[in-house]
């Protein structure tokens, strides 16, 4: 179809095949958040996934597909980028249906949905799906098995299926989705974080190296500390140590990288003197 | 000593790694398989793995939260596996010593990045402008450039140029400095805590504290007797040994307690939340049932 045939909407009416979908699936995985810059984020990037579709639905050189990229790429854009074709899909169906009448309802949805996204990305692939196999691989690798490190590989394999696959049920079920998928998403998040507690206590027990090395002698007798804390419950030494960061955290100015020096510089004072010893 | 080729090949991937990390992440952008990749180039896997695991669990809650720049901790588990196996550094020492400094110091060059993709992303927005596709593609990936420079050049510039530094200071940590050396290590141990403590403060502690108490006794537990039954078995193996009765040889008959067990049994306890936590409808349903009966 020449680009001089034009619908009412702007559009050639082109209709999005699931070839357009793969193309932005392999764009959206080797390079959505190349452009990430702290003026505007991911918005060139939430553009360059879909130029190529959007030039078919436009028509190459027409006014109307300069007014959808522009539309498109000079917002601020941030979402979490395992989710963010969710967005992507759902503004094609819209696109498709309404061309530039329809991005109005696009900008919103962008702004409307890239903060929950965000929030349910960075808690699940963020940090749950990181804690659970980064800290597995990280523990075997200590003990000097690599093996952790491939199942974590396996996983965000199938992550990144789960990322393509999500951008076809977008533009199928359009708006629908965003009901029908919250509830579903806050349930499994909500199991998902019991694991995550869980580990993190196993965590503490098994991956935080210390022990009272100070033996004071209190009226003629040796009081071995490291053994008495031990016949209250093991480990309770390195669960001090995390109870008394999480408690640092909280302090206002905070971060974690001051956090990691403060640990840093307490270690060696308290090492140097003998006061406690890596076990 | 690092050879050229090992300096070559671990900048290479310092600029894979990121461009991994922020796109199609399949962990090589981790602090985990940074170390096992690096002691792979400098031959000591151990080490690698060792490092990596360790700054792993340091970094454990720090994620990318709001997009935020955060402490490099992959670039730095490079570095530091680098030099523990290069210079002889004590890969606790090399942790503590090398390795979070420079994650730390890398934040600086990743605000650079971001920072040169700002000019990228106006280009782009003049391209529109002019419907130079071609244009805007290229300027698009640019910033690909930028975020692997962010990683390289530091990376090379420590790699190629911090041998005598590194050497200097890991003589003088096994010298005059052995305390310095000794509390560095501690500091070793110790680092995963931090990293704990953060993921701590952005998962539903509160709600779910039942299930932090259970890990840490479970695996606390677990732990002690596993390691106990360990040095029982290397034990038995020297008194064996002693009395000349030959190898009755049993070490490898006791592992390590296998995290990934107890993986399973968090894995359970999300499971059987997940469903205990579905019924409340139905249950709430057949309540009102009940009621009406009554009634």
């Known amino acids: 179809m020449s680009s001089n045939e034009k619908l009412a909407n702007g559009t050639t009416g082109y209709k999005i095949t699931k070839d357009d979908l793969a193309q932005i699936n392999r764009r959206n995985l080797l390079g959505f958040q190349d452009g990430w810059n702290y003026e505007r984020m991911q918005h060139s990037g939430y553009l360059w996934i879909i130029l190529p579709t959007l030039r078919k639905l436009y028509g190459d050189g027409t006014p109307e597909l300069k007014e959808a990229c522009r539309a498109q790429c000079a917002p601020f854009f941030n979402t979490s980028n395992f989710l963010n074709t969710i967005i992507t899909g759902i503004d094609l169906a819209i696109e498709e249906e309404e061309g530039i009448e329809g991005l109005e309802a696009v900008a919103g949805l962008k702004t409307g949905l890239m903060g929950p996204l965000a929030s349910i990305g960075d808690s699940i692939f963020g940090s749950l799906l990181p804690t659970i196999f980064g800290a597995l691989a990280a523990n075997m690798a200590m003990n000097g098995n690599p093996l952790g490190i491939f199942i974590w590989v396996v996983v965000n394999i199938l992550v990144d299926w789960f990322r393509c696959k999500q951008t076809h049920m977008a533009y199928e079920q359009g708006m629908k989705l965003v009901t029908t998928m919250s509830d579903r998403l806050n349930a499994l998040t909500d199991a998902a974080s019991v694991m995550g507690v869980f580990m993190v206590g196993a965590l503490v027990a098994t991956n935080v190296g210390i022990v009272i090395a100070a033996k004071p002698v209190i009226g003629g007798v040796t009081v071995d500390l490291q053994n008495i804390c031990n016949m209250i419950c093991p480990k309770l030494v390195p669960a001090a140590l995390v109870g008394f960061v999480y408690w640092l955290l909280g302090k206002k100015g905070m971060t974690s990288t001051k956090a990691i020096f403060i640990v840093l510089v307490l270690s060696i004072a308290l090492g140097a003197f003998g006061i406690i010893c890596k076990g | ?295």
């Open chain 2, 1 to 295: 000593m690092i050879a050229w080729w090992q300096i070559l090949l671990l900048t290479l991937y310092a600029g894979y790694q990121i461009l991994d990390e922020l796109n199609w992440y399949t962990c090589a952008g981790s602090a985990v398989f940074s170390g096992m990749i690096t002691g792979l180039i400098m031959g000591d896997l151990q080490t690698g793995l060792f490092i990596g695991g360790s700054m792993q669990l340091t970094v454990l809650g720090v994620g990318t939260f709001g997009g935020a720049s955060r402490i490099d901790a992959n670039s730095g588990t490079l570095v530091a596996t680098a030099f523990a196996v290069g210079a002889g550094m004590n890969p606790e020492t090399a942790l503590a010593a090398i390795g979070v400094p420079v994650a730390a110091i890398l934040v600086y060059t990743d605000i650079a990045g971001r920072f040169a993709n700002t000019f990228f992303g106006h280009m782009c927005d003049a391209d529109i402008e002019k419907m130079n596709w071609g244009a805007y593609n290229v300027h698009y990936l640019l910033g690909a450039v930028s975020w692997m420079l962010s990683r390289m050049i530091p990376v090379f510039l420590a790699l190629a140029f911090g041998q005598g530094l590194v050497e200097g200071i890991t003589t003088a940590l096994n010298g005059d400095w052995k305390w310095l050396g000794d509390g560095l290590s501690v500091a070793g141990g110790a680092l995963p805590a931090v990293g704990f403590a953060i993921l701590l403060r952005y998962l539903p502690v509160k709600k779910h504290v039942a299930y932090l108490l259970l890990g840490f006794v479970v695996a606390a537990l677990f732990g002690t007797a596993f390691t106990s039954i360990m040095n029982l078995n290397a034990n038995i193996v020297a008194v064996n040994g002693a009395l000349g009765k030959g190898a009755v040889d049993m070490v490898g008959m006791f592992n390590n307690m296998s995290m990934l067990a107890i993986a399973i049994i968090g894995f359970a306890l999300s499971l059987l939340y997940y469903k205990n936590n579905q019924r409340p409808v139905a249950a709430a349903g057949a309540a009102e049932g009940d009621d009406d009966d009554e009634l």
